[in-house]
């Protein structure tokens, strides 16, 4: 029987759980960062598989005893309250084993990290600076919907306003696991401020989301950086033009994957403290190279999901923001919706939702074969 099949792949769960639940509040286990964070990412997966499975045996125990009071008694009352709960349970199964396989599937690692967000002017000129910095807005009103914490870590404006390049960090919750769904090229159609004639222009941004690197996921030899200040350009008083805020380092990589080795350029003129933009700096560092490293892990998770849903091909044409029909449609999975201000005002869960949904149906897909 299919229930017995799954009970068999939950067998050992428990004692998993326990051992987990002990290894976390060893003082050796926290002193190692690495392992530490990995055991409670396992211990939070396995605590929702603990629940769920517990519903689902609830819900055989109930259909057992509703089973033997119909086979047993003849009072009509209990028949009758027998049936409902029997056709209630027997409802619920499905979606509980659903919920359970879905759980038995393992989490991407980097879902619960937090991301860095890079967004890019692609084709379009001018326009495209514009709607690259209309998808930085939306991307901020959906973190203040989601309780997350955003900030700028560099930008470059547009010459007619927007950006060409803006790179922001998010923080929170499940952040990467989330905004993930988001990489890819978004296509947005409509009438430019300048256009006289009323035609339709189309332009392009790309988005790039990135998990956030921590100190313990990239090794880096600090004395090896060089660094440099600046004195930070534009508008902010007194302090910005003639304090040397501004940061810049240089720090050669070998990347283990091809051997070959680069030197890396970053800068940050985020805030008016010095110490505080290096930090900004070398946590961008971390991140940069903990997404060239981990590129294969990537690829090869993207290969055995057999899915673009979110593989993050920034190369991908992922959504089309067409303004004269007021429409939005996702290329994934054929979504489309006539609500395009709400959209762009930061109201994108329902389509990460169905994204979402997508995906969970390719990896259901892919353990049945």
């Not at 690259?132 to 973190?143: P, S, V």
């Not at 390049?165 to 009438?191: F, P």
């Not at 401020?193 to 989301?209: D, I, K, L, M």
């Not at 940069?288 to 991908?316: C, L, N, P, W």
């Amino acid at each position: 029987m299919a229930e017995s099949s799954l009970l068999e792949r939950l067998d050992g769960i428990d004692a998993r759980f326990e051992e987990v639940s002990t290894l976390i509040t060893d003082p050796a286990v926290i002193s190692d960062m690495k392992r530490y964070v990995r055991l409670t990412r396992e211990y939070s997966e396995l605590e929702k598989l603990i629940k769920a499975t517990n519903r689902y045996k609830n819900a055989l125990d109930d259909i057992d005893g509703a089973k033997q009071i119909l086979e047993s008694e003849s009072d009509e009352e209990l028949r009758v309250m027998a049936q409902e709960e029997l056709a209630a349970a027997q409802a619920l199964l499905p979606e509980l084993e659903e919920e359970i396989k879905l759980l038995l599937i393992p989490a991407d690692p980097e879902d619960g990290k937090n991301a860095i967000v890079e967004i890019r002017a692609g084709t379009g000129g001018d326009e495209a600076a514009i709607f690259a910095g209309d998808l930085f807005k939306m991307y901020c009103r959906y973190c203040e919907h989601k309780g997350w914490s955003a900030s700028v870590t560099s930008a470059n404006e547009g010459a007619a306003g927007g950006y060409k390049e803006i790179v922001m960090a998010v923080s929170g919750a499940n952040v990467y696991g989330t905004l993930k769904y988001e990489s890819g090229v978004h296509r947005v159609q409509r009438v430019r401020a300048t256009e006289t004639q009323g035609r339709v222009h189309t332009s392009a941004a790309t988005v790039a989301v990135l998990p956030e690197a921590q100190p313990f996921d990239v090794e880096i030899n600090e004395g090896e950086i060089k660094w440099d200040t600046f004195r930070s350009g534009g508008a902010g008083g007194q302090n910005v033009n003639k304090v040397e805020s501004g940061v810049r380092l240089r720090y050669m990589w070998r990347n283990p994957n091809t051997g070959e080795t680069e030197e890396i350029l970053i800068e940050c003129t985020e805030t008016r403290d010095q110490p505080k933009n290096k930090e900004r700096a070398l946590s961008r560092l971390r991140t940069f190279i903990y997404d060239k490293e981990h590129q294969k892990y990537i690829d090869d998770i993207a290969s055995r999901r057999k899915t673009m849903v979110s593989t993050g091909d920034r190369s991908a044409k992922i959504r089309t923001y067409n303004y004269p029909q007021g429409r939005i449609t996702d290329h994934r999975i054929n979504y489309t919706i006539y609500n395009l201000q709400a959209f762009v005002d930061g109201d994108i869960q329902d389509c990460i939702d169905h994204l979402i949904v997508a995906e969970n149906a390719e990896k259901l897909k892919a353990t049945t074969l």
